[in-house]
């Protein structure tokens, strides 16, 4: 045994002894506030449909996606972010860009419901309208039309405004996309919807359960646009540039696997930083506690802290009315 000359004076294991000190001394909070619920609304749905590879996920109808968003707004969450599902789909996504589409539709009814006691943010991008599933217009050899889909995006951007977005999630990583659309809102007096970028999206392998509850229909991937896994500098590249262009806040996504974008986001960024803990994240956590091998809830609290402390400030999760719960 060491003698008392030798032995340390500074324990912090003090600090940790009961749940009341640690609670004390936590440098990181989570709160529901923070969290963002994404959800699918699916045209021709009387009831919610269950989604096989994320448990407790929906495609949604209209009027159960006005009942979830009560549901959110009395558990202190602080958005939701619908994404469509319509009963048909052509080249050019038209479905987004009319009025009676279903994300559209969606959105104006939530609105209604709910008032002002939510942030909408209706996913901006083609790829759940498209007959391709790519994420806009395509030229004749297969490879998306950059330029003619900014034409579609800022359609669309008028469209969702005029439905009651508060901001709009622009996912499409196509470039130019933050400034294009900012432009056309700005003249057509959409002047205070916001646009949430997607800043630095990358070509991920954690995508899988939510083509499945989008019922996409890609045929390949992604990788001309969105970004590669290795290029930390390239994602910072594309945060400035939307910051440049009017975003009012940039999102990293996935999460997890990418926390330290997170952090160089946060330690840049003049605007707030979102990250997305996405449908493969969400699925890991749930599968594994299905089968008895972690703790679904500590597994839920543990990675939502972990990106609250690489930076972001905003979290987009389907663990959200779970979290809140936990939370409260």
């Not at 994320?54 to 495609?59: K, N, T």
């Not at 439905?163 to 130019?176: H, K, N, R």
């Not at 933050?178 to 205070?192: N, S």
């Not at 975003?247 to 696997?257: F, Q, R, Y």
Request: negative net charge; hydrophobic residues 40%.
């Amino acid at each position: 045994m060491p003698s008392p000359a030798d032995f340390p004076t500074i324990r912090p294991r003090r600090l940790r002894r009961t749940a009341a000190i640690r609670r004390l001394v936590a440098e990181t909070r989570v709160h529901p506030a923070d969290l963002v619920l994404p959800m699918f609304v699916k045209e021709g749905l009387t009831e919610p449909h269950p989604i096989a590879s994320m448990p407790g996920v929906y495609q949604h109808s209209v009027d159960s996606a006005r009942k979830l968003a009560v549901e959110a707004v009395r558990a202190g969450i602080g958005g939701l972010m619908p994404f469509g599902i319509p009963e048909e789909r052509d080249e050019i996504g038209s479905g987004a860009t009319d009025p009676d589409g279903i994300l559209n539709v969606a959105t104006r009814a939530i609105r209604d419901e709910v008032g002002d006691d939510l942030v909408l943010i209706p996913d901006l991008c083609l790829d759940e309208f498209t007959d391709h599933g790519h994420c806009g217009v395509l030229n004749a050899d297969g490879s998306v039309d950059n330029d003619t889909t900014l034409e579609r995006y800022a359609e669309m951007g008028e469209c969702l405004a005029a439905a009651g977005a508060d901001l709009l999630g622009a996912s499409g990583m196509m470039d130019g996309q933050i400034g294009y659309v900012r432009k056309a809102l700005d003249e057509t007096g959409y002047t205070d919807t916001g646009l949430l970028a997607y800043a630095a999206k990358f070509a991920s392998a954690f995508y899988g359960p939510f083509r499945e509850a989008v019922e996409s229909q890609l045929q390949g991937d992604r990788r001309t646009y969105q970004q590669d896994t290795p290029n930390a500098t390239d994602a910072l590249r594309e945060i400035e540039l939307d910051v440049a262009e009017g975003a009012d806040i940039v999102m990293v996504k996935p999460a997890l696997p990418y926390l330290d974008i997170v952090r160089a986001a946060a330690d840049y960024s003049p605007v707030p930083v979102a990250a997305y803990h996405i449908s493969g994240e969400y699925a890991q956590i749930v599968a594994a506690a299905e089968r008895g091998w972690i703790d679904r809830d500590a597994a839920i609290l543990e990675s939502l802290t972990s990106i609250k402390r690489a930076g972001a400030g905003i979290i987009a999760t389907y663990a959200a009315l779970d979290a809140a719960r936990l939370l409260s």
